[in-house]
């Protein structure tokens, strides 16, 4: 599998909002970041589906590293 690209070296501040359904990039090279348009395709590598539970700001991987994917872990600070 190819390696992400790293969108940006910080986490993305989003408000989700209960019961919707969000896809986060994997690969990195959504122009619609931290969200996914499709341009994984041929890559090898999907998006990550993310439910909000609750009506909250998330903070979504930029880096796409993240040892639990769809939220940053800090993971950015180590590349």
């Not at 359904?21 to 090898?44: E, I, L, M």
């Amino acid at each position: 599998m190819a390696e992400p690209v790293i969108a940006q070296k910080g986490p993305y501040a989003v408000e989700v909002e209960t019961g919707k359904t969000y896809y986060w990039c994997a690969c990195g090279r959504s122009a619609k970041q931290p969200f996914c348009d499709g341009s994984h395709k041929g890559s090898g590598m999907t998006p990550v589906k993310y439910d909000a539970t609750e009506t909250k700001k998330v903070h979504f991987c930029g880096c796409k590293h993240s040892a639990n994917p769809v939220l940053c872990d800090g993971s950015h600070a180590r590349l």
